[in-house]
C-alpha cells in the first residue's frame, strides 16, 4: 500500500535557530505518527508546514492522488487542531460541529452520533456553559464527523482527565481501524500505537 | 471531497452572523457610537440650522469611517484565537472565499447599522430630503470598502492592541471620505453627483479580488 | 521571456543574499557617498548662489531646490517600496524585506522635509505657514501613509513577518496614492478657496530648471547612499548571530588596532 504522505528531508529554521533538519517519515493509512518534543522544539510549526500554512523551507512533501501517483499538493482530506479547540462559545454543542469548516457532507445523524460518542448528553447547551473537558470532548466529536484521510491533532493529551485520555486512544483506534492515519504531537509518548519521532536535539 | 463554493461561502457567513447576534454588542455598539459622534458636533459648534446642513456631510462620514473601523479587530481576532481560523485555512477551500465571507459578515453587522444611524442624522443635522438617497448610495460603497480595509489592516495587526488596525487603515480611507462627502454635498448643491458614486464604485470592484487577496497573504504570516 | 524572468529572479536572489551584499557594498559604498556629495553639492551651490532671482518672489524661491527634490523624492521611494514588497511577498527575496524597512524612514523624512520647506516658504508667499491646497493636503497624507507603515513594522516583533506585513501595506498604497492624488484634485476644485490660489507655476527659466534637475539627481544619489547605509544597518541586526557578520566586525576591531 501507499503511503498518504511523504515527508522527505524536511528542514526548517526559525530567526537563525534550526529546528529540525532531514525529517524523513511515510503517513500510511491505519498507522498513526508521534512528534514528540519540548517546547519550542518546531511541532506546531511541523504541522503547520504539513498542512500549508507555513511555506515550505528545505525538502519536500509528497500526498498521494487519487490516481496512486504523488501529486504536489495535498489531496487528502485533512484534519487539523491547533492548540486552542477551534470550538466557539457562542454556538450550541450541536451547532459548534455543524457549522465547523469540517463539517461539509456531515448529515444530522451523523452529527448526533459523534456528540453522543464523546458523551456530551444536552446537544443544545451553549458552549460557554460547558467544562473545559466538556468543550475538549466536542473538538473531539468533530473527528467523527467525516471520513478524513490524515488528522493532524497538536497536543491532543494535554491537560486531560484519564477517562478522557481513554476515549481519544478508543477513538484513535477506532478511526484508525477505517484507514485514518493521525499525526499527533506531545511532550512525551503517549499510549497510542504509534511511530515516534523525536524534535528534541542536542543544541 | 469537493463541496459546492457557495455552500462553504453560507456556512461561514451563517456562523459569523450566529455569533454576532448572539451578542447584541457588535451591532448596537457602531449604531450608538455613530449617533453620539454626530450629535457632539451641534452641541460643540452651533445647533444654527444653516451652519449645521453645510457641516454634515463631513459629519456623517467621519461617523461612519470611525465606526465602521470600531469592532474591526475583531474580524479576525477571535477565529485566531480560538483556533478556527487554522481550520478554515486548512480545508481544500478557496481562503480567498472566506475572507469575503467575513468582510461581508462584518459590513452586515456594522454597515447596515450604520445606514440606519446615517438616516436618523440626516434628520437631526437638517440635511435636505433630495440627498438623502445619493447619501445612502454613498455609504453603501464606502462602508463596505472600509469592511475590506478594515479586514486588511486586521489582519495585519493580528494579535496586536487595537488601535493599531485603525491607524493603519485610516489613511487609506481618505478617499472613501473625499468621495463620499463629495457626493453628498454635489447633492445638496443640485450637483451631478454620478460621477463620484461611479468612482467609489469602481474603488469598490478592485477593493475586492485585491484587498481580500491580500488580506489572505496578511493572514497567512500570522503563522510563521 | 521567460528566460529574461529567470535571469530577473536568479539575479536577485543572488545578489540579494546578505552576506554577498554586504561585501559589494563594501567597495562601492565609499563611490556612491563620494558621488552623491558632489552631485548635491553642485546642485545646491548652483541653485543658491549661481541661479538668477525670481522677479516675483525674489529669493524665497530658491527653496525648491530642496523642496522639490525632496517632494519627488517621497513619492518614488514609496514607489520604490511597493516593488520592493511585490518582490518579498512573491518570491520571499529576504533582503527585499529588508529594503522597504530601510527605504520607510527615509522616506518618510524626505516627504517630511518637503511638507516643512513647503510650510516655511508658503509663509512669505502666502502668508500663512498651511494652505489647504490639493499638492500640500495629498503630499500630508502620504506622509500619514509612511508613518502608518513604519508604524506597523515598529508594532511586530518578529522582524521578518514585519517585512512582510508592511511590504502588503506598501502595495495597497501604491495602488491608492493615484486615487488620493485625484480625489484631493477633485476635492481641491469642490471647495474653490477664494482667499488663496496658487496660480500654476510658470514654466521655469531653463537657468532655473538647469539646477532643479541637478539637484533632483542629487536627492536621488543621497538615497541611494542613506538607503545602503540604511541596509547595512539592518543587515548586521538581523543577522548578529551569523558567523559572517562577527567575523566581519572582528576583523575590522584587528585592523583597528
Redesign the interface.
Given at each position: 500500500m501507499l503511503p498518504k504522505l511523504k515527508v522527505k528531508n524536511l528542514s526548517c529554521s526559525r530567526a537563525d535557530n534550526l529546528l529540525f533538519h532531514d525529517l524523513n517519515f511515510e503517513v500510511v493509512a491505519g498507522k498513526n505518527i508521534e512528534i514528540i518534543g519540548s517546547n519550542g522544539s518546531g511541532k506546531t510549526t511541523l504541522l503547520r508546514i504539513l498542512l500549508g500554512l507555513i511555506n515550505i523551507g528545505e525538502g519536500k512533501l509528497e500526498w498521494l492522488d487519487n490516481e496512486e501517483n504523488y501529486n504536489h499538493y495535498r489531496s487528502i482530506d485533512c484534519f487539523y487542531q491547533g492548540h486552542s479547540l477551534g470550538i466557539k462559545n457562542l454556538l450550541s454543542a450541536h451547532e459548534n460541529l455543524s457549522l465547523s469548516s469540517y463539517s461539509f457532507g456531515a448529515s444530522e445523524e451523523k452529527i448526533a452520533y459523534a456528540l453522543d460518542r464523546v458523551g456530551i448528553k444536552n446537544h443544545l447547551s451553549f458552549t460557554s456553559e460547558l467544562s473545559v473537558g466538556q468543550k475538549k470532548r466536542i473538538s473531539i466529536a468533530r473527528w467523527l464527523l467525516k471520513d478524513f484521510g490524515i488528522y493532524f491533532i497538536d497536543e491532543p493529551f494535554s491537560a486531560l482527565d484519564d477517562q478522557a485520555t481513554s476515549l481519544i486512544i478508543e477513538i484513535i483506534e477506532e478511526l484508525n481501524a477505517k484507514g485514518a492515519s493521525f499525526v499527533i504531537t506531545g511532550h512525551r509518548a503517549s499510549d497510542v500505537i504509534s511511530n515516534q519521532i523525536f524534535l528534541d536535539h542536542e543544541v | 471531497?469537493k463541496?459546492d463554493i457557495y455552500?462553504?461561502f453560507f456556512?461561514i457567513l451563517?456562523?459569523d452572523l450566529?455569533?454576532a447576534f448572539?451578542?447584541s454588542s457588535t451591532y448596537i455598539t457602531p449604531l450608538i457610537f455613530f449617533l453620539i459622534v454626530v450629535s457632539f458636533f451641534p452641541l460643540a459648534l452651533s445647533p444654527d440650522q444653516d451652519f449645521l446642513r453645510s457641516l454634515a456631510p463631513g459629519v456623517i462620514w467621519i461617523a461612519a469611517l470611525l465606526s465602521s473601523l470600531l469592532a474591526v479587530e475583531t474580524i479576525f481576532s477571535e477565529d485566531f484565537?480560538?483556533?478556527?481560523l487554522?481550520?478554515?485555512?486548512?480545508?481544500?477551500?478557496p481562503s480567498f472565499v472566506l475572507v469575503f465571507a467575513k468582510v461581508l459578515c462584518h459590513w452586515l453587522i456594522t454597515g447596515l447599522p450604520i445606514l440606519l444611524a446615517s438616516a436618523i442624522s440626516s434628520i437631526i443635522l437638517y440635511l435636505p430630503a433630495s440627498s438623502f438617497l445619493p447619501m445612502i448610495c454613498s455609504l453603501i460603497l464606502g462602508t463596505f470598502f472600509m469592511s475590506l480595509l478594515g479586514a486588511?489592516g486586521a489582519a495585519?495587526?493580528l494579535g496586536?492592541?487595537a488601535i493599531?488596525s485603525s491607524?493603519?487603515v485610516?489613511?487609506?480611507s481618505?478617499?472613501t471620505l473625499?468621495?463620499g462627502?463629495?457626493v453628498v454635498?454635489?447633492a445638496i448643491n443640485n450637483q451631478d453627483y454620478s460621477g463620484?458614486l461611479l468612482?467609489m464604485g469602481a474603488?469598490l470592484a478592485?477593493g475586492i479580488p485585491?484587498?481580500c487577496l491580500?488580506t489572505v497573504?496578511?493572514i497567512?504570516?500570522?503563522?510563521? | 521571456m521567460s528566460r529574461i524572468w529567470n535571469f530577473i529572479k536568479s539575479w536577485t536572489v543572488e545578489m540579494g543574499s546578505p552576506p554577498l551584499f554586504f561585501q559589494w557594498s563594501s567597495k562601492a559604498l565609499p563611490w556612491l557617498a563620494i558621488i552623491s556629495i558632489i552631485v548635491f553639492s553642485i546642485g545646491m551651490v548652483w541653485g543658491i548662489f549661481y541661479s538668477p532671482t525670481d522677479y516675483k518672489q525674489g529669493d524665497v524661491y530658491r527653496i525648491i531646490y530642496i523642496h522639490v527634490p525632496s517632494a519627488i523624492l517621497g513619492q518614488s521611494i514609496l514607489m520604490f517600496m511597493a516593488i520592493c514588497g511585490f518582490i518579498t511577498v512573491v518570491w520571499r527575496v529576504k533582503i527585499s524585506g529588508m529594503l522597504i524597512k530601510s527605504a520607510a524612514s527615509i522616506g518618510a523624512s524626505f516627504t517630511l522635509i518637503a511638507l516643512i520647506t513647503g510650510s516655511i516658504w508658503g509663509k512669505p508667499t502666502w502668508g500663512t505657514w498651511w494652505v489647504w491646497d490639493a499638492r500640500l493636503t495629498s503630499t500630508l497624507i502620504l506622509f500619514f501613509i509612511y508613518t502608518a507603515i513604519i508604524g506597523l513594522h515598529s508594532s511586530l516583533d518578529d522582524k521578518t513577518k514585519a517585512d512582510r506585513a508592511i511590504s502588503i501595506l506598501s502595495l495597497v498604497g501604491i495602488a491608492i496614492i493615484p486615487i488620493i492624488k485625484k480625489s484631493v484634485d477633485w476635492w481641491y476644485t469642490l471647495h474653490q478657496p477664494s482667499t488663496f490660489t496658487l496660480s500654476s507655476a510658470p514654466s521655469m527659466a531653463p537657468d532655473m530648471y538647469q539646477p532643479l534637475l541637478v539637484c533632483v539627481l542629487g536627492f536621488y544619489l543621497i538615497f541611494a547612499f542613506l538607503l545602503t547605509m540604511n541596509l547595512r544597518a539592518e543587515i548586521v541586526f538581523r543577522e548578529k548571530n551569523k558567523t559572517w557578520v562577527s567575523k566581519q566586525y572582528l576583523n575590522r576591531q584587528k585592523n583597528d588596532k
Open positions: - | 471531497m463541496s455552500n462553504w456556512l451563517k456562523r450566529l455569533i448572539r451578542r484565537k480560538d483556533g478556527t487554522d481550520e478554515f485555512f486548512v480545508t481544500n477551500e486588511m495585519l495587526s496586536r492592541s493599531l491607524i493603519i485610516l489613511p487609506f481618505i478617499p473625499l468621495m462627502t463629495a454635498s454635489s463620484f468612482i474603488m478592485i485585491g484587498l491580500l497573504e496578511a497567512l504570516l500570522n503563522y510563521e | -
